[in-house]
C-alpha cells in the first residue's frame, strides 16, 4: 500500500507543485487543503500517514497547533514546511521536523522519505540538511 500523504497548503500553485512532486515519486496524495477545519475533516474521514503543514494557513498562522494535534492526537507523522521557521524554533511536541520554503524536488523527496522510514521505524539515513528535526 501507497503512503498516504496530505498537504495543508494555502498557495494553490505551491499545493499543485507538491502533489505533483509527490505523485511522480509514487505516493498517494489524498488532498491538498488551505485550511485547519478541512485538513481536520480529511483526517478524520481516512487515513493519513504523513502531513506536510505549512504554518500561515488561509484561516491564518494556525498550522503550529494543527500540525501538534495531528501528530499527538491522530496518529499523524507531521514535517512543517513554511518560509517562516522562526515560528518553529524550538521544535513541536510530537512533529518531526521543517522544511524551508522555498525547496526543491530532491529536498522534498529525501525529507519526505526521511519521515516516512522514521514513521515505520525503519532504520533511515541521517535526515537530509534541509531538513531541521525537532527534539
Known sequence: MKPRI???EDEAIVAMELRFVLEDLGYEVVD??????????????????????D?????GPTGVELGRELAN?????VLYMTANPG?????????????TKPTDERAV????????RRRQGEMSP??????????
Open 87 to 99: 515560528m518553529v524554533r524550538d521544535g513541536v511536541a510530537g512533529t518531526i521536523g521543517v522544511l
Open 32 to 53: 491538498t487543503v488551505a485550511d485547519a477545519s478541512s485538513a481536520r475533516n480529511i483526517v478524520l474521514e481516512t487515513s493519513v500517514d504523513l502531513a506536510l503543514v
Open 55 to 59: 504554518i500561515h494557513l488561509s484561516d
Open 109 to 116: 523527496q529525501t525529507a519526505v522519505d526521511y519521515a516516512l
Open 126 to 135: 541521517p535526515a537530509p540538511a534541509e531538513l531541521r528535526l525537532f527534539g
Open 6 to 8: 496530505l498537504i495543508i
Open 73 to 77: 492526537e491522530q496518529n499523524v507523522s
